[in-house]
C-alpha cells in the first residue's frame, strides 16, 4: 500500500491513496488552517470505525442477516499531555433490520474486533482501549 500527501498552503494538504482516491486535510485557525477538509486524528476515527463497520456488513450479508442500515458512532479520547494520542476509541454499531439475529450481530461486531479490523487491532496493540457495543434497531 502507498499514499501521498501534497501540501498545498498554510495547513491545507491533499492526501491521495494509492488506489487515486484524495481526501483534503487541513488544520484549525490557530495553526494557520482553513478549516477546508478533516483533522489526521479524525481520520484516523473513521479509519478504525470504516475498517470494522466493512467487516461487520461482509460477515452479516455471509449469515445473511437482513441488514438494511448501519452506521458506527466512534469516539476517541486523547492524551492530556504531548503527543496526544488517542487512549480509548468506542466503536458503537448502530444496525436497522428486521429480523436481525442479536447474536449474528454480536458475532459479527466481536469477529471484527477480536480478528480481522487490522485498524483496530494494531491500535490495541499500541496500547489504545478499544471497545465496541452495538444496537439493533427496526427499519423505520
Known amino acids: 500500500m502507498q499514499a501521498r500527501i501534497k501540501w498545498v498552503e498554510n495547513a491545507a494538504f491533499v492526501g491521495e491513496t494509492g488506489s487515486s482516491h484524495a481526501v483534503v486535510i487541513d488544520g484549525p ?5 482553513r478549516n477546508l477538509g478533516a483533522r489526521p486524528m479524525e481520520l484516523m476515527l473513521l479509519s478504525v470505525g470504516s475498517c470494522s463497520a466493512v467487516d461487520v456488513i461482509h460477515i452479516l ?3 445473511r442477516q437482513p441488514v438494511k ?3 458506527v458512532e466512534v ?7 504531548e503527543p496526544k494520542v488517542f487512549t480509548d476509541i468506542h466503536l458503537k454499531f448502530v444496525i436497522s433490520g428486521d429480523g436481525l439475529s ?4 454480536k458475532r459479527a461486531v466481536d469477529l471484527s474486533a477480536d480478528k480481522y479490523c487490522s485498524a483496530s487491532i494494531m491500535l490495541k496493540r499500541g496500547g489504545v482501549n478499544v471497545t465496541h457495543s452495538f444496537e439493533i434497531r427496526p427499519v423505520a
Do not use: L
Request: net charge negative; charged share 35%.
Open 75 to 81: 469516539e476517541g479520547t486523547r492524551a492530556d499531555t
Open 29 to 33: 485557525a490557530e495553526i494557520g488552517g
Open 69 to 71: 442500515d448501519c452506521y
Open 102 to 105: 442479536e447474536n449474528q450481530v
Open 61 to 63: 450479508k455471509k449469515a
